[in-house]
């Protein structure tokens, strides 16, 4: 190991220690029964699924922490507050992908559990680390791509097929693939400051998609930058105005979804809530 990269695994470890004192939790790998059966229950408080689709069983999250995967929690005192559950993806030895992270909204943990994340992939010689998301909650749009750094790198229409939980029946499950470069130095820039600001619209972009009464209304495709709105609040409209959440979803597809496979690449989120994609 390189000193350069003692620098860097050490920088992270401090980094993360001082997310979670911020956040007022301490951040740990998981290794007892009680924890996971702590983890099952967290999870079914925030996505109220049925027995036949949690996100993640007891049994899994034993198989990987007793594999070397990564299955941590964070703590109030004995509390369990939010949790973190990844395996090693390919290439070998490059990749954790990041299955499910869940805490509660605001308060930093999930920031301090994904810095925590950081650290352990560094220390393990990875990376990256990904995972998805998506792409018409802003929240986390702002979340991966602001405060972390992150960068989406490919749309997945309908990815986990039909999910019946609480956060996203009545929708279907597209995705965007999220890559974090753990050593890159945008990450290490976002994860350096506890609240960056929103990328501001470039002058020259273009609304590729916008929103007028909270609906989607399609735009110009010719830029080489271009604008991709999203909804205000998805969750909410799924709920009251099923058939706007549905054109939402078909709309960013065609928009996001058709830029990212043509080769153009999402380089920022805007405090309005807009994608801004450039073309190469």
């Known amino acids: 190991m390189t000193a350069e ?16 004192r911020r956040a007022g939790v301490e951040v740990r790998e998981l290794r007892e029964i009680a924890d996971f059966e702590a983890v099952a229950a967290l999870f079914d408080t925030i ?45 070998p030895g490059t990749t954790l992908h990041s299955h499910v992270t869940g805490a509660a909204v605001g308060r930093g943990i999930g920031f301090a559990l994904k810095l925590h994340q950081r650290a352990w992939a560094l220390a393990q010689g990875l990376t990256r680390i990904t995972w998805t998301y998506d792409p018409l909650v802003r929240r986390n749009a702002h979340f991966n791509i602001t405060k972390l750094g992150a960068r989406p790198e490919a749309y997945l229409p309908s990815f986990y097929g039909r999910m019946e939980d609480a956060v996203n029946a009545g929708d279907e499950s597209d995705r965007l693939l999220a890559v974090w470069p753990v050593a890159g130095p945008r990450v290490a820039a976002a994860c350096a400051c506890d609240v960056p600001e ?5 002058a020259d972009a273009v609304v590729a998609l916008g929103e007028r009464d909270d609906r989607p209304v399609e735009g110009r495709g010719d830029g080489r930058v271009l604008l991709v709105a999203t909804p205000r609040d998805v969750e909410t409209l799924r709920r009251a105005r099923p058939a706007t959440a549905a054109a939402w979803r078909r709309a960013v597809r065609a928009s996001l979804g058709g830029l990212l496979d043509d080769g153009a690449r999402v380089t920022g989120f805007t405090a309005a809530g807009e994608y801004i994609v450039e073309r190469s």
């Open 198 to 202: 929103p990328a501001p619209a470039p």
């Open 5 to 20: 990269q003692i620098t860097a695994e050490r920088t992270a470890a401090e980094r993360s220690e001082a997310a979670a």
């Open 47 to 91: 996505w109220k699924a049925p027995p036949t689709a949690v996100p993640i069983t007891v049994e899994l999250m034993i198989a990987f922490a007793h594999s070397g995967n990564y299955v941590a929690g964070a703590f109030e005192g004995e509390r369990l507050a939010g949790a973190s559950i990844g395996f090693l993806a390919g290439p």
